[in-house]
């Protein structure tokens, strides 16, 4: 006999191999101004993502950082395999060599990735900025947008090697 949420888990499993292998192409180390695109031959993603850049933000006076805190910038570009791709830094986060996950920040770089969702065959550039201990290092950034039914599991994950 199984445990009841083994099917779940194995599902979670395989979607997670899955996204990683059709959506990882990372940067070479140290490239971060140059554009790092992702391209593979899976057809069924609904977008593909690329890493223009990665910088140091100003914090606004309003939103002060702390002292052993940064604040970085990713620039994106996002374009739409299918219609309604959402654009949205809410969607992002960055995870740490030490496997810590943080939430995206609405102060930062500008312009932000935000917008109605993209139509197939449509681009869009933008900022998604996060918070960050100094101490941090080893980015990996993902974007996983909920897209169609939102109460199925992401199934829709690019995750970028920032080199950093």
Do not use: W
Not at 98 to 122: H, I, M, N, W
Request: proline share 10%.
């Amino acid at each position: 006999m199984f445990h009841p949420s083994l099917p779940h888990l194995c599902l979670a499993s395989a979607l997670t191999c899955a996204a990683t292998l059709a959506c990882q192409d990372p940067p070479p180390p140290g490239k971060s101004s140059e554009a790092a695109s992702a391209s593979t031959s899976v057809s069924d993603r609904p977008f593909e993502l690329d890493v223009l850049a990665v910088r140091d933000c100003e914090a606004p006076p309003h939103a002060p950082l702390e002292n052993d805190k940064m604040l970085i910038g990713v620039k994106v570009k996002l374009r739409a395999l299918s219609d309604q791709v959402p654009q949205n830094y809410f969607y992002g986060s960055l995870v740490d060599s030490e496997r810590q996950r943080y939430a995206p920040s609405f102060a930062g770089c500008s312009p932000r990735l935000v917008g109605d969702p993209l139509r197939r065959g449509t681009t869009t550039t933008g900022f998604i900025n996060f918070r960050v201990p100094r101490d941090a290092h080893g980015f990996t950034l993902e974007y996983a947008p909920r897209i169609g039914n939102t109460e199925k599991a992401r199934g829709s994950i690019a995750a970028r090697d920032l080199g950093r």
